[in-house]
């Protein structure tokens, strides 16, 4: 059974960092491009970062360029999301998804 999970979230400080996980389970992620999005309260789902099957190429949303990095480690299916500088508008549900797949999401809350 195909199943992507989250993890890595949690309250943090303005300024500090968080690493995100998505673990892949019941298939292979060396062959599939990886997605992270958010969503906030009230507001819809958004692209955060995105990195292709050889981890070759990335890309940011503009609102997160200089502050988070996507990784992965195939041999640990997993894709990982650092985030550095964070910001109280970065508060959001963090969700990786692979083709049509979501995971459950991880609460990332960003709170002085």
């Known amino acids: 059974q195909l199943e992507l999970v989250e993890s890595g979230g949690g309250l943090v400080q303005p300024g500090g960092s968080l690493r995100l996980s998505c673990a892949a389970s019941?298939?292979?992620?060396?062959?599939?491009?990886v997605a992270w999005f958010r969503q906030a309260p009230g507001k819809e789902r958004e692209g955060v970062s995105c990195?292709?099957?050889?981890?070759?190429?990335?890309n940011y949303a503009d609102s997160v360029k200089g502050r988070f990095t996507i990784s992965r480690d195939n041999a640990k299916n997993t894709v990982y999301l650092q985030m550095n500088s964070l910001k109280p508008e970065d508060t959001a549900v963090y969700y990786c998804?692979?083709?049509?797949?979501w995971g459950q999401g991880t609460q990332v809350t960003v709170s002085s």
């Open positions: 990195i292709t099957s050889r981890g070759d190429s990335t």
């Open positions: 019941g298939f292979t992620l060396d062959y599939y491009a």
């Open positions: 998804r692979v083709g049509g797949d």
